[in-house]
């Protein structure tokens, strides 16, 4: 592991040099999990297309985002003002982040199939326990035993999850033709599937095979990789809001920062609305920085025969490892004040004191892009659908406040949130938007 002063240095080399491909074949046991895409032609569709086809157009899909988020949170959450009731806190947020992400992702239809749902959350259970049973395993010779018994299942739900996906993707291709993207398209003509096929188009990206196949099987990793990572967070976030020190006064706090926000229903679906959630962002910050996805960031492997040389002329050898370590980065206190401490104003603070812009923050940005060294645009999806949860449930509901926050499992160098901890509801009357 290197230390924090490295970073920029290993963020920036080329991928002949230092290959983060390698390393996420190697920890993800890729070559264990039913797919055919090329490592490195997905890497490439990423940067691309998901850069070009979602970040892009997430203002175009924030009432659909948000639309989603209403229904889902109302129906799981309830809507009895007169009593409290009891829910499991990470089903909820899996069940909420499954709806949301497949509305914008694959749109209506498929986010109030139930029978989709299910297929997909039975996919994503089994895709992450295949990367991280088989990419954590420290016996190398139990990889294929345990690689081949989750293959089964993982190729099963992949192939139900593909049989609902693929036809819609044959449609927008079929549609989309030789036309590009117009600069301002409609919400059907910004569909994150059609944007995707424009992009594959407009970037003359090299696909082996037949188009439509291979765009379902970035979709399906996608749905994967977007989907769990934002569970977990939305998990870990309402675990340390629920369980904050009373003298934080943090619920009270959060909920006059919504409420001042979103005055009306024209201000749930407006995308400027985000930018005033200083609060909220903050809170959604130092959760990521107390809770981690994963104890080292940036991993890269040495490729050149002869090594490579560090900055401080270190020399290291072909096929080592290099990264940083992300947990104690943000335990750092030469970097954080009482860093072990639970600050959800932490960053507000930064902000009002530096005028520390979002995107600045690299510190608190390698927890959510360890994965992707580069400017991962799957995090900007990712908060504005937090933004959009945290600001709904805690303007709408009351929720009794856990005695104390259990401790995240650790698997590896993963983190994972508690599955047990349930909460106590009820939602708030009189509430107009």
């Known amino acids: 592991m290197l230390p924090q002063k490295y970073v920029k240095w290993l963020a920036t080399q080329s991928e002949t040099i230092l290959s ?9 046991g890729i070559h264990y999990l039913p797919t055919t895409a090329d490592p490195k032609s997905s890497v490439q569709f990423i940067d691309k297309v998901i850069g070009q086809a979602l970040s892009r157009n997430l203002d ?48 209506l239809t498929l986010c109030r199939n139930g029978l989709y749902l299910r297929i997909l959350r039975f996919y994503i259970i089994f895709m992450g326990a295949s990367t991280l049973l088989i990419g954590q395993l420290p016996p190398w010779f139990l990889r294929p035993l345990v690689g081949v018994l989750l293959m089964i299942p993982t190729a099963i739900f992949k ?10 993707v044959e449609e927008r291709i079929q549609n989309v033709g030789e036309n590009l993207p117009d600069e301002n398209c409609s919400p059907m003509a910004c569909d994150f599937v059609t944007q995707s096929v424009q992009c594959v188009k407009k970037f003359r990206l090299s696909i082996m095979g037949d188009v439509s196949t291979y765009l379902t099987e970035q979709f399906l990793f996608l749905a994967f990789a977007a989907i769990a990572t934002t569970g977990v967070a939305a998990t870990n976030i309402f675990l340390d809001i629920f369980s904050a020190n009373p ?19 024209n201000d749930w679906t407006s995308p400027a609305s985000m930018k005033k959630m200083t609060i909220t962002d903050s809170a959604i910050r130092e959760s990521l920085r107390m809770n981690t996805l994963q104890s080292r960031g940036l991993l890269k492997q040495v490729m050149p025969k002869a090594g490579i040389s560090l ?39 930064l902000k ?13 940005r390698t927890s959510l892009d360890c994965a992707q060294p580069s400017d991962n645009p799957g995090r900007f999806f990712a908060a504005r ?19 104390r926050r259990l401790q995240n499992y650790s698997l590896g160098d993963a983190s994972i949130p508690s599955f047990t901890t349930k909460i106590r509801v009820r939602r708030r009357n009189n509430v107009e938007h």
């Open 352 to 364: 009002e004191a530096e005028g520390m812009e979002s995107k600045d923050d690299l510190s608190v």
């Open 311 to 349: 900055p401080d002329g270190t020399h290291v050898p072909q096929g080592t490892w290099l990264g940083v370590p992300v947990q104690a980065v943000h335990m750092d206190d030469n970097h954080y004040l009482a860093p072990r401490e639970y600050d959800p104003l932490r960053f507000a603070r």
């Open 247 to 265: 003298h934080l006064h943090l619920y009270e706090t959060l909920r006059l920062e919504a409420t001042s926000v979103f005055q009306s229903e």
């Open 20 to 28: 983060s491909v390698a390393v996420r074949i190697e920890r993800n």
């Open 159 to 168: 192939k139900l999850m593909a049989s609902y996906i693929q036809p819609s």
């Open 385 to 403: 659908l937090l933004k959009l949860l945290i600001a709904y449930i805690i303007m709408h509901y009351d929720v009794k406040p856990l005695a």
């Open 60 to 107: 175009v899909v924030h009432p659909d985002m948000y639309d989603e988020i209403r229904h889902v949170v109302d129906e799981v959450m309830g809507t009895d003002v007169s009593s409290w009731h009891e829910i499991n806190l990470s089903e909820t947020m899996s069940t909420i982040v499954d709806r949301a992400s497949t509305r914008v992702l694959f749109g």
